[in-house]
């Protein structure tokens, strides 16, 4: 992973345009972060896009992958099922200390899932959360994904927002699990801000949540 990524303080967190990279080292680089962190390391918010990949939550089924294609399926130890990355698609990873947040896993969940709600809103677009599928969802249509990995009061892994990407690899599993589930992007919600600007306003609306 590219280490002159462009980084800013935000109201407590140190927020890392991190721009395209493979999941496998942003994976591993999660991973380390959260190893080698202690109670006195900042908390930090990493924007992203993966290249096409699916990802697999610990407990996932491999029935949810329909169909097989080229794009390759990684094993990763978050939360969820089978989701989709790719590129035009926002990814926020989480990576914080939730305890001193005094945050629970569903609470972490609820904020996260708001912060993604408020965004959409400020484009006049009515999104919602779901008590039995985690994400956010526009209609019955899903327009983000979140899995997340707790490790002694530290997590990692996060959110991801569709906004102006190919869909149609999500045709190839049941997004979350879920068969037959349609998701959506920003775009063909009518919002024609890119994915820069999108991360930015993410960011914030993300800080602003966690730290209420």
């Known amino acids: 992973m590219a280490l002159n990524d462009k ?3 935000g109201h407590r967190f140190i927020i890392r345009q991190k721009g395209l990279a493979d ?3 942003t994976w591993k680089a999660m991973k380390d972060f959260t190893d080698t962190r202690t109670s006195q390391t ?3 918010i990493w924007l992203l896009q993966h290249p096409a990949v699916y990802t697999q939550g610990v407990a996932g089924k491999p029935e ?5 294609n080229d794009i390759a399926v990684i094993k990763t130890d978050r939360g969820g099922q089978i989701t989709y990355h790719g590129t035009g698609q926002l990814v926020a990873y989480l990576l914080l200390d939730i305890k001193r947040l005094r945050l629970g896993v569903r609470e972490l969940v609820r904020r996260m899932e708001n912060a993604v709600i408020n965004l959409l809103g400020e484009y006049q677009v009515k999104a919602h959360g779901r008590i039995d599928a985690p994400g956010v969802y526009v209609g019955k249509a899903k327009i983000a994904s979140l899995g997340l990995k707790i490790k002694k009061n530290f997590c990692y892994h996060g959110i991801a927002l569709n906004v102006d990407m190919d869909l149609r690899p ?3 599993i049941n997004p979350c699990g879920y068969a037959g589930m349609r ?3 920003t775009k063909d919600q009518g919002i024609t801000d890119g994915l820069e600007a999108l991360s930015l306003k993410l960011a914030d609306h993300l800080q602003n949540e966690l730290t209420h």
């Not at 949810?64 to 097989?68: A, D, N, S, T």
């Open 7 to 9: 980084t800013a303080l």
């Open 23 to 25: 999941y496998d080292s």
């Open 42 to 44: 900042c908390d930090e």
């Open 64 to 68: 949810h992958l329909l169909i097989e």
């Open 170 to 172: 999500f045709s190839a």
């Open 183 to 185: 998701v959506t992007q």
